[in-house]
């Protein structure tokens, strides 16, 4: 179907335009990335992906129920209109407050979320073609808001901006958001220990728990290590006598630098942790036992019901019409 | 029946052309204690692996002959009935422990033998007991010293009820104190287990081995009881090993045994003349000096102040968790946000507690134990080029040049610094820091894992360095190198430093800290 443009762009010099199409190119693909590395920074990831004991609700859940969760809000912001996912976003940011030491996470994931918006964002915005579009917002008029240089459609970039591009990455910006924060939760509540006894018990294969409970004691040292490499090299001089706003992009590349020598580093404790498993027997028998006992508190009980209502609450909106559009939005 | 059976055996990796291991015959008794001494890369570990089953059920090579653990075949015997038999603690207790909670981590190998979760609790128990660390049970493994988390490791694998019990370098990674509590673990399991420990530190397995043996080149250059030793020091000297001084002089002295006493005596007496390490006394004023307070949350981590003079060579020493690495990191401008670093760095006049990190790079810089992580380019010159080029230095090319010449990597300009040697990957990581221009080296225990050839000879590159200017700040457990090298010594302790000064004066206290005189220096007080 043939698609109506409204030209509404700012009436600039094609110097200052040109500048700007490419100003936004990079901050497309580095912007949220530098953003991160500006207000987190690679140790700001290390608190929030590593657990810490706590008091609140949260470290009351077994790991399991909070598994369940992670999984039914992937699969409700997945079905669902957009702003569903963005009251379940809400949700999850609001239980970072009952962690402990919240301020500082509460801080760190919300950077991580402005940054997530406005990356996939921009991601899906640009690439969008106009008949998605056109079937998401059940129009053939499209508000145009920048031109692009006509060579940027060889970086896969649709011709223009447009309004709706841009409202359409914002939605399904959540459906994102949701599951990652819910994630990050069950990583910050969790212990790998407790995450192998109970996925056990549901007969998940024992080699995927190893390698999901090895992961969660790994990526804290990932992001130590690499904080450190990143440190080394702006030691050695990388960004040396450059503006301080220039700081970031300085990290960035230093990461870049550091991948090598990091993922050898773990590579070689990796293989100390397969001797260490081995040599204890590990995945000897297919009948592991737990020294401790699987147990479902009276919190689980409440968190499955929430998950029930969550799920009711997903059939309600799809019955009223508020399920995912074509192809992400709901109408 | 033996305990340990070997054969014929060869083992030559994937790739290799020749043997890491040949073993003609090498018999262990039930009960027996073995010491296992040799250089870095003399196939030690490739040998206990060839035990353990670790080759061949997880490394490949060519593998020829037999050996024998407690009656079982260890080729034809699958990995979860050898781990029955044969326990293993290894280097680095970090990456081997995988639980939250210490009692979890010693209930890993009963749970996955599928036992009854009472034998499971009567097993944790029983290893915690024997471990000494049943206090530490409720403990998180994340939060634990290097000595505790090395006992957490070696409480799990006896939980595992092994007849054979194999620790390979298991006191490499931790402090003197924490090296204690291992070695006190393992004097208690003498006699009531088959011990085959790989160790550097030959004095302080000495007193619960029965045997000793050393690889050497791949081979077993020498098989002696605890109490032949000294027919044998010449022949561990030669070998790379480590062996105290008094063992060397007892040998001179013709005396039947190692006796430190008889020594000490032989020395006041003049018959033996021992050389007093060379010091430098520098009367200059010193290049660098830092007063730094680091704080977390409302902890009080370090409160200490440093400084060095140029061409000095200063050990920093003290029990793990002493503050000795957040000092130094804290002057580089190292650490992380949620610790908060005030106070004052001064290097030669400029006052440096503002300046970013990159900036005070430009006089002082930070190498971490794992020096690898600094290697991020693919060629050596490349390497020594890195903070010249980001510094903007003229005529960098030239300057590439010489510290290729000064420090032997001429020959290796071209080639991968990952693929190169440890010694040689060490050589060009001092080279690429010490190219841009900073004065002050920092080094993180550089000594840990090394042995004792690879210490003496980062000993003497060191003071090299120092005679042509530089000053170095190197944190180190290890008593002789700081005794043999050091111009100075700084031991801390909860985050202060407690004493400071010449080694022969500070070893005089510095026990009370952790830090244990070697016997070098006991031989001469």
């Known amino acids: 179907m043939k698609v109506n443009f409204v030209f509404q762009q700012p009436n600039l010099p094609p110097l200052v335009e040109l500048a700007i199409s490419w100003f936004i190119f990079l901050f497309g693909a580095t912007g949220p990335i530098v953003i991160i590395l500006a207000f987190v920074g690679i140790r700001g990831f290390l608190h929030i992906t590593r657990f810490e004991s706590g008091e609140g609700i949260l470290y009351k859940l077994s790991p399991l129920t909070k598994l369940i969760i992670v999984i039914s809000t992937t699969v409700a912001v997945s079905l669902t209109i957009w702003w569903f996912g963005a009251i379940l976003t809400l949700v999850f940011w609001s239980l970072f407050f009952t962690l402990n030491e919240a301020k500082r996470k509460v801080l760190y994931v919300s950077y991580l979320l402005l940054s997530s918006i406005l990356g996939v964002s921009t991601g899906f915005a640009f690439y969008t073609p106009y008949s998605v579009l056109q079937m998401a917002f059940n129009t053939n008029t499209l508000n145009v808001i920048w031109v692009w240089p006509s060579y940027f459609s060889f970086a896969g970039y649709e011709p223009y901006l447009t309004l709706q591009a841009l409202y359409y990455g914002f939605q399904i910006t959540f459906r994102f958001t949701a599951p990652m924060l819910a994630g990050l939760l069950l990583i910050l509540t969790t212990t790998p220990s407790d995450l192998m006894r109970y996925l056990a018990k549901v007969k998940f294969p024992l080699p995927f728990i190893f390698a999901l409970t090895v992961a969660m004691r790994t990526v804290p040292r990932i992001f130590d290590t690499l904080d450190t490499v990143v440190k080394l090299q702006l030691m050695r001089g990388l960004g040396y006598g450059k503006p301080s706003f220039l700081r970031p992009f300085y990290v960035l590349i230093a990461g870049l630098y550091g991948l090598v020598p990091t993922l050898i580093f773990l590579m070689k404790g990796a293989k100390y942790t397969a001797i260490a498993a081995d040599t204890r027997a590990f995945n000897s028998t297919p009948r592991r036992t737990y020294m401790k006992e699987v147990k479902y508190t009276k919190a689980d009980y409440v968190a499955w019901g929430l998950i029930v209502v969550l799920f009711v609450t997903v059939a309600l909106l799809l019955a009223f019409g508020y399920g995912r559009g074509i192809p992400y939005v709901g109408y | ?525």
């Open chain 2, 1 to 525: 029946m033996y305990a340990v059976e070997i054969k014929g055996l060869s083992f030559s990796y994937l790739g290799s052309s020749k043997p890491s291991i040949t073993v003609d015959e090498l018999y262990i008794e039930e009960g027996e204690s073995v010491l296992v001494v040799g250089k870095s890369g003399s196939g030690k570990s490739t040998l206990v692996n060839c035990i353990n089953g670790v080759i061949p059920h997880m490394i490949s090579g060519e593998l020829r002959g037999e050996v024998v653990v407690m009656g079982n075949k260890v080729k034809e015997t699958p990995m979860s009935k050898l781990s029955t038999v044969v326990g293993t603690v290894l280097q680095d207790p970090e990456s081997q422990v995988v639980n939250y909670l210490v009692e979890e981590e010693v209930a890993f190998g009963p749970e996955n033998l599928g036992l009854p979760p009472e034998e499971v609790k009567e097993r944790v128990s029983e290893a915690l007991r024997i471990a000494g660390i049943e206090h530490l049970a409720k403990r998180e493994t994340t939060n634990l010293s290097g000595g505790e988390l090395q006992r957490t490791v070696l409480a799990s694998v006896l939980a595992m009820r092994p007849k054979v019990l194999i620790l390979d370098e298991p006191t490499s990674n931790i402090d003197p104190e924490g090296t204690n509590s291992v070695f006190a673990t393992l004097r208690e399991l003498k006699g009531k287990k088959t011990m085959i420990v790989v160790e550097h530190k030959v004095e302080r397995v000495l007193p619960f081995v029965d045997r000793v043996i050393l690889i050497d080149k791949g081979r077993i250059a020498l098989d002696l009881r605890k109490e032949e030793i000294i027919e044998g020091v010449e022949t561990l000297v030669e070998a790379g090993v480590e062996v105290p001084s008094y063992f060397v002089l007892s040998r001179k002295l013709k005396l039947p045994r190692p006796d430190f006493e008889a020594v000490k005596k032989g020395i006041k007496e003049g018959k033996i003349a021992l050389e007093t390490p060379k010091r430098k006394e520098i009367a200059d004023p010193p290049i660098m000096s830092a007063s730094i307070k680091v704080t977390a949350k409302d902890r009080e981590l370090v409160d200490a102040s440093i400084e060095v003079k140029r061409g000095e060579l200063v050990a920093l020493m003290g029990r793990n968790g002493a503050g000795k690495t957040t000092l130094l990191k804290a002057i580089a401008g190292l650490t992380g946000d949620e610790l908060k670093v005030t106070g004052s760095i001064v290097f030669e006049g400029e006052e440096l507690i503002r300046r970013p990190i990159w900036y005070r790079g430009k006089y002082f810089i930070y190498l971490p134990q794992s020096f690898d992580l600094i290697l991020v380019t693919t060629k050596v010159e490349d390497e020594i080029a890195f903070s010249l080029k980001k510094r903007g230095v003229k005529g960098f090319k030239q300057v590439v040049e010489r510290y290729l010449r000064e420090f032997g990597l001429e020959e290796y300009r071209k080639q991968d610094p990952m693929l190169l040697s440890m010694g040689q990957r060490r050589r060009v990581a001092m080279a690429s820091v010490l190219a841009s221009g900073v004065k002050v080296l920092f080094m993180d225990e550089p000594t840990s894992g090394q042995d004792f050839y690879n210490r003496m000879t980062l000993g003497k590159e060191l003071r090299e360095l120092t005679d042509k200017g530089y000053s170095i700040v190197v944190v180190t457990h290890d008593s002789r190198f700081a005794y043999e090298f050091a111009d100075r010594i700084v031991v801390m302790s909860e985050g202060k430093v407690v004493a400071n000064g010449k080694p022969e004066d500070v070893f005089k206290v510095s026990h009370k800290y952790g830090v244990e005189p070697p016997s070098d220096f006991l031989l001469r007080w």
